[in-house]
C-alpha cells in the first residue's frame, strides 16, 4: 500500500497539530497553511512547509478552497487533511480536491450530500434497516399535511430543516394549536439559515441521551465499529464533556447500537472513520439522528480506551488500507473535558486574549491535547475551545478522580476558561451517579 508523501492540513489549533504529529510518526511530510493571525502557531512551527492562506477572518482564508488549493498545488501535496469543522463536510472542497488529484481525506461530495439532507439521510437509513424515530416520510407538503402527520405521529412531535444541523432549525410543537405559529416560524427561519424551506417531522423523544459509535469503513466494503462515546453533557448544541463507555451502556445494547452503526456504514459505503449518532431513550431505545463524515473533537477518549490512533486509521483507510480488527470494547473508561476560552460565569462568553501563565496537568492516565502556551494570544476569531483534556483509568469512578486531579493542576492565567465548570461538574451527584441526559445542562447550577 502506497501512503501519502506528504499530507496539507486545511485546519489550524490542536487539530492541526494532533493531524501534524501523526503524519510525523508515520514518516508522511506536512504543510500547514494558516491565517495572518496565526503565523506564530505551533502547527506553523512544527510542521515541515507552511503556505500563508490569507488573513484572519476564516471566509478569506480556512474557509478559501481556492487559495487551499493552490497551496497544495505549490506544495505538490498528495493529500489533503480538513481536520473538523470549516472545510470538514464542504461537499464542494470535496469535489474540487477530486478534481485536482488530491486525495480528500474524508468523505465523498456524494456521501456529504446525502448525509447534509437529513431527510433523505434518514430515508437512506430506514431502507437500510437502522432504527429512526417514527415520523413524516420525507418533507412535509403543507401546513394541513404537517397537522394530519402529527395528528399520527401523536405529540409532542418535533419539526425539523432537512438543510439543519447542530440544533438550528428544529421547533417541538405540544398541540395541534400551536402548529400553524411553529410551521410558519420554522419554515422562515430554515429559509434564512440554510436557504431551504423545507421541514420533516418526528416524534419528540423527551430528555435522550446523545450517543454516538465510532465506525470506520473501507473501500472493499468492510465496516466495523469502535463502540460508543456519551455526549450528552451540552449546552446549546456545544458538547462540553465526551466519555466512553457510556455509563448507559449495557453489553446487548452496544451490540445493537455498533450493529446499526455499521449498517449505517456499509449503506453509503463508507470510506474512513466516521460518526453515527444516536438519540438514547430511557427504554434503551435508541434511533438514528445524524452521519458525521469527519473525524470529531472527541475522537481522542475513543483512541484512549482503543489503543488506535484514529488520524493514522483515518489515513491508512484512505490510502486504500482494508480493515482487519473491529468491533472493538472499551478496556478502560476515558472522560474529556473541553476547556474553552469562556467565561462560565458570564453565560459561558468568549474570553480572548494572551495567555499570561500555564502550566499543564501530567501524570499516569492524563492527556492534553493543545496549540497553546505562555504567551500565546487567543484570537476573536476563531472557536472558543482551546485545550482538550483527556484522562484515563480502570473505572468510571477513578477516571473522574483523576480528573478532578489534573482539573486542579491546570493554570491558564490572563484569560477565563471553563476550568472552574469542569471542576464543579465533577463534583455533582447527579453526574458522578451517570444520571443525566442532554437536558442536564438546562438545570446544572454553576
Ligand atoms: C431530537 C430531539 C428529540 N426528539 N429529535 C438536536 C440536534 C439535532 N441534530 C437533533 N437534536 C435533537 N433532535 C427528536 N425527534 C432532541 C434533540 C436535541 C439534542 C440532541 C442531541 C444532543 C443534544 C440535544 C439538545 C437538544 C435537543
Redo the contacts with the bound molecule.
Sequence with gaps: MALFKKILIANRGEIALRIIRTCKEMGIKTVAVYSTADKDSLPVRFADEAVCIGPALSAKSYLSIPNIIAAAEITNADAIHPGFGFLSENEKFSKVCEEHDIKFIGATPEQIAGMGDKASAKATMIAAGVPC?P?SKGLLKDLPDAIKQATKIKYP??M?ATA????KG?R?VWKEEDMEAAWDATRAESAAAFGNDGLYM?????E?R?IEIQIAGDQFGNACHLSERD??I?RR?QKLVEETPSPFMTDRLRKKMGTAGIKAAKAVKYEGVGTV?F?VDKNRDF?F??MNTRIQVEHTITEEVTNYDLIKEQIKLAAGEKITGGNLIPQMHAIQCRINAEDPDNNFRPSPGKITNYHAPGGHGVRIDTHVYAGYEISPHYDSMISKLIVRAQTREEAIKKMKRALDEYVIEGIKTTIPFHQKLMEDPKFIEGDFN??FMETFEY
Excluded at 439543519?164 to 440544533?167: A, K, V
Excluded at 418526528?202 to 423527551?206: A, D, N, P, T
Design positions: 424515530i415520523g412531535v418535533i425539523k439543519g444541523g447542530g440544533g428544529m417541538v418526528e416524534k419528540f423523544i423527551e435522550p446523545h455526549c450528552s451540552q448544541h449518532e438519540l434511533y439522528m445524524e442532554t437536558s
